[in-house]
């Protein structure tokens, strides 16, 4: 299991850590809410909606970084280092962006979320 595959995981988990921010920030306590979270969800304000609003890109951009972890490891043209990086760069900016997300830094944030999309599109151009 490389690093990068790691990575992955952890992408695929950090949707549920902005949800458990969403659902706990929210007013009343998430388990209250779980016979309808998605219209408890829609309700949100201030950092909850903004913590759920960071599970749902979360949720959108993870497909796309695991198909370039994936597509890297199997053209074999890239360094596994190199690979590994990339990974963990991108998980730094998932981060970046969470937090940027939660502390209402619109302009920071687009920035780092674009550098997550660089970070994607380079998991293709090494693997050429």
């Known amino acids: 299991m490389t690093v990068a595959f790691w990575c992955v995981l952890i992408a695929i988990l950090l949707p549920y850590l902005c949800a458990s921010v969403a659902k706990y920030s929210g007013g009343k306590f998430g388990f209250r809410e779980n ?3 998605r219209a408890f969800l829609d309700n949100l304000e201030g950092l ?4 759920h609003s960071a599970q749902l890109n979360s949720f959108e951009v993870t497909p796309a970084f695991a198909a370039g972890v994936i597509i890297a490891h199997i053209a074999d043209n890239a360094e596994l280092v190199t690979i590994d990086v990339l ?3 991108f998980i730094t900016s998932r981060l970046l962006y969470i937090i940027c997300y939660l502390a209402d830094w619109a ?3 687009s920035l780092v979320w674009f550098v997550g999309l660089a970070l994607i599109a380079s998991f293709f151009v090494v693997s050429v």
């Open 35 to 37: 016979h309808d979270p």
């Open 48 to 51: 909850a909606k903004r913590a």
């Open 107 to 109: 302009m920071l944030r």
């Open 87 to 89: 990974a963990v760069l």
